[in-house]
C-alpha cells in the first residue's frame, strides 16, 4: 500500500535501522523507543491489524513469533527477558495500521505503564 508508513519502509522509500529481514517478515528500530531495545516486527504483506488477520496469515504470524525470539537472541536479550506488544485498535494506541508487534528489552526500560 503506497500510503502506508510501513509498507514504505519495507520498500525502501523511507530510512529505518533494519535488524532483520527474510522473505516475508522485516524488523526495524522504533524511531521513539520506549525501552533500551525496542524493535517493530511486521510482515510485508500489508495485514492493517489483528481485526483484518485470515486463516491463511496463520503461518506467517507462526513464522513471526520465531523471527521474535531469534531477533530477542541476536539482540542479546533473550537472557535477561523481554516483552512483545501487539497493540489493536484506538483504544490500545494503535497508530500505525500495518499490523506490527514490538519487541522490548533492556533493563530499566521494560517497566512499561
Ligand atoms: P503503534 O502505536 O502500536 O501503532 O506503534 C507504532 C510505532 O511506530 C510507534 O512506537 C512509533 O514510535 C513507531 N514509528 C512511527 N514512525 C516510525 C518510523 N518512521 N520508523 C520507525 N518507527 C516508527
Ligand atoms: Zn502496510
Redesign the pocket.
Known amino acids: 500500500m503506497a500510503e502506508c508508513?510501513f509498507c514504505r519502509?519495507i520498500a525502501g522509500d523511507?530510512p529505518?535501522e533494519k535488524v532483520y529481514e527474510d522473505e516475508e517478515i522485516f524488523a526495524?528500530?522504533?524511531?521513539?523507543p520506549?525501552a533500551p531495545l525496542h524493535v517493530?516486527v511486521v510482515p510485508k504483506k500489508h495485514i492493517a491489524g489483528l481485526e483484518e488477520l485470515e486463516e491463511g496469515d496463520v503461518p506467517l504470524m507462526g513464522r513471526i513469533q520465531l523471527a521474535l525470539r531469534d531477533i530477542a537472541r541476536d539482540q542479546g536479550v533473550a537472557d535477561s527477558g523481554y516483552r512483545v506488544i501487539l497493540?489493536c485498535g484506538r483504544d490500545a494506541?494503535?497508530?500505525?495500521f500495518h499490523i506490527?508487534y514490538?519487541l522490548l528489552g533492556g533493563g530499566q526500560g521494560l517497566n512499561l505503564d
Do not use: E, R, S, T
Not at 526495524?28 to 521513539?32: G, H, L, R, T
Not at 494506541?93 to 500505525?96: I, Y
Open positions: 508508513l519502509i523511507i529505518a526495524f528500530k522504533d524511531i521513539a520506549k517493530l497493540n494506541g494503535q497508530v500505525v506490527h514490538h
